[in-house]
């Protein structure tokens, strides 16, 4: 260890405000594109058919299947559809299912990216892409896989339900609690990591309240902005990992998983991440573990790994899995630990 630390930031021009997506043909012209790929979440389908139109002979195909945790069979789908257009262009618009998408048609052809996020997964700002082959999730890094433009326009977040607005805000939340525990950690992210923690542990318990408020949906909007910006210049840890270990294994939602695991996570690592723990008590003015358990709970839904259908039985094996080639990590983890968390939040 010398003490010198490496921190990158990476090029993206970002439209931000209600109604930038009417931004976006130009922005496609701007990249000297001709013929736009469009991959969409369905949920977001309405914004896709305007979109589709405003980009007018800008359009080429568009794929709106994808998938959760990137399946290389799904992506091969969308392939033979890029190979029959004469596509120079990816575009995205959805959750982290369609970004990811984007990401991996982008890695397969080298072209340029928009992405149009819809949730607050903050994929849109990193470099990795994860992708599933038989059950198991493999996850890349590499700055060509990040978009060089993204569209935040809060009006197009206005549909996301209650229960997912929380959940997804939960898995920002996961970055930037991550971030401020990471062992690449700079003052970079940390400023970054703590404005997103801010906004959503402060703000959220009121803004479940106002969702068809577009200024509390660009409130919400900006610190899954900032939450992306910290996922994207530290290494994530237990906590991601074990969202990645058993949303692929039992194929479940990526936002769902990562509500359920925080707070478990969180009582198990702040005690050896000081700094990190000291942190987020100042902003809750609390105990952090207790104020981010209550906020998972603030929405009806799945309240733990048994309602999401994850075998008591296979929590052991789980844990093994995790163990056998860690994330960095605050506190060590051996088997014995793993499961302990798993059950708590099975
Ligand atoms: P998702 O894209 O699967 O979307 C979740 C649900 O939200 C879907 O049912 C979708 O149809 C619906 N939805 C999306 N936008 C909507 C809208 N505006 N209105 C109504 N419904 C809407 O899930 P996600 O949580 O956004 O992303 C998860 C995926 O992204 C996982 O594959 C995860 O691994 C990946 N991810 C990657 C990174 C990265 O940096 N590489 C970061 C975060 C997430």
Same mark, same amino acid.
């Given at each position: 260890?010398?003490?010198?630390?490496v921190?990158?930031?990476?090029?993206?021009?970002?439209?931000?405000?209600?109604?930038?997506?009417?931004?976006?043909?130009a922005?496609?012209?701007?990249?000297?594109?001709?013929?736009?790929?469009?991959?969409?979440?369905?949920?977001?389908?309405q914004?896709?058919?305007?979109?589709?139109?405003?980009?007018?002979?800008?359009?080429?195909?568009?794929? =709106?299947?994808p998938?959760?945790?990137?399946? *290389? %069979?799904?992506? &091969?789908?969308a392939?033979? #559809?890029? +190979?029959?257009? @004469?596509?120079?262009?990816v575009?995205?618009?959805?959750?982290?299912?369609?970004?990811?998408?984007?990401?991996?048609?982008?890695?397969?052809?080298?072209?340029?990216?928009?992405?149009?996020?819809?949730?607050?997964?903050?994929?849109?700002?990193?470099?990795?892409?994860?992708?599933?082959?038989?059950?198991?999730?493999?996850?890349?890094?590499?700055?060509?896989?990040?978009?060089?433009?993204?569209?935040?326009?809060?009006?197009?977040?206005?549909?996301?339900?209650?229960?997912?607005?929380?959940?997804?805000?939960?898995?920002?939340l996961?970055?930037?609690?991550?971030?401020?525990?990471?062992? =690449?950690?700079?003052?970079v992210?940390?400023? *970054? %990591?703590?404005? &997103?923690?801010?906004?959503i #542990?402060? +703000?959220?318990? @009121?803004?479940?309240?106002k969702l068809?408020?577009?200024?509390?949906?660009?409130?919400?909007?900006?610190?899954?902005?900032?939450?992306?910006?910290?996922l994207?210049?530290?290494?994530?840890?237990?906590?991601?990992?074990?969202?990645?270990?058993l949303?692929?294994?039992?194929d479940?939602?990526?936002?769902?998983?990562?509500?359920?695991?925080l707070?478990?996570?969180?009582?198990?690592n702040?005690?050896?991440a000081?700094?990190?723990?000291?942190?987020?008590?100042?902003i809750?003015?609390?105990?952090?573990?207790?104020?981010?358990?209550?906020?998972t709970?603030?929405v009806?839904?799945?309240?733990?790994?048994?309602?999401?259908?994850?075998?008591r039985a296979?929590?052991?094996?789980?844990?093994?899995?995790?163990?056998?080639?860690?994330y960095?990590?605050p506190?060590p983890v051996?088997?014995?630990?793993?499961?302990?968390?798993?059950?708590?939040?099975?």
């Open positions: 260890m010398t003490g010198v630390r921190h990158t930031t990476l090029p993206v021009r970002v439209l931000i405000g209600p109604g930038a997506r009417h931004e976006i043909p922005e496609v012209r701007r990249l000297g594109a001709r013929q736009v790929m469009v991959v969409a979440t369905p949920s977001a389908g914004a896709t058919d305007e979109l589709v139109s405003a980009l007018g002979p800008l359009f080429g195909a568009r794929f =709106d299947r998938v959760v945790h990137t399946p *290389v %069979a799904v992506t &091969a789908e392939m033979r #559809l890029v +190979e029959g257009t @004469g596509a120079d262009l575009l995205a618009i959805g959750g982290g299912s369609a970004i990811g998408l984007g990401k991996a048609i982008s890695s397969r052809t080298g072209m340029p990216q928009i992405a149009v996020p819809t949730t607050y997964a903050g994929s849109e700002l990193t470099p990795t892409l994860g992708e599933t082959t038989d059950g198991v999730k493999t996850t890349r890094r590499d700055p060509a896989l990040a978009p060089g433009t993204v569209v935040y326009d809060p009006e197009l977040t206005l549909s996301l339900p209650a229960r997912l607005t929380l959940t997804s805000v939960m898995n920002a996961a970055h930037a609690v991550e971030a401020l525990w990471a062992p =690449d950690a700079s003052a992210s940390d400023a *970054v %990591a703590t404005g &997103a923690a801010e906004v #542990l402060t +703000e959220l318990p @009121g803004s479940l309240a068809s408020d577009v200024s509390v949906r660009a409130r919400l909007q900006e610190a899954s902005w900032l939450a992306g910006l910290a994207a210049q530290t290494s994530m840890g237990l906590q991601h990992q074990l969202a990645h270990v949303g692929a294994a039992y479940l939602p990526h936002a769902e998983l990562h509500t359920i695991l707070p478990h996570v969180m009582a198990y702040l005690p050896g000081p700094r990190a723990a000291a942190r987020l008590a100042r809750t003015g609390a105990d952090p573990v207790s104020v981010v358990s209550q906020l709970r603030a009806d839904g799945p309240a733990n790994l048994a309602a999401l259908g994850v075998p296979d929590l052991v094996d789980l844990a093994r899995r995790t163990v056998a080639a860690p960095p990590n506190r051996d088997v014995a630990a793993v499961t302990h968390i798993l059950t708590q939040a099975w």
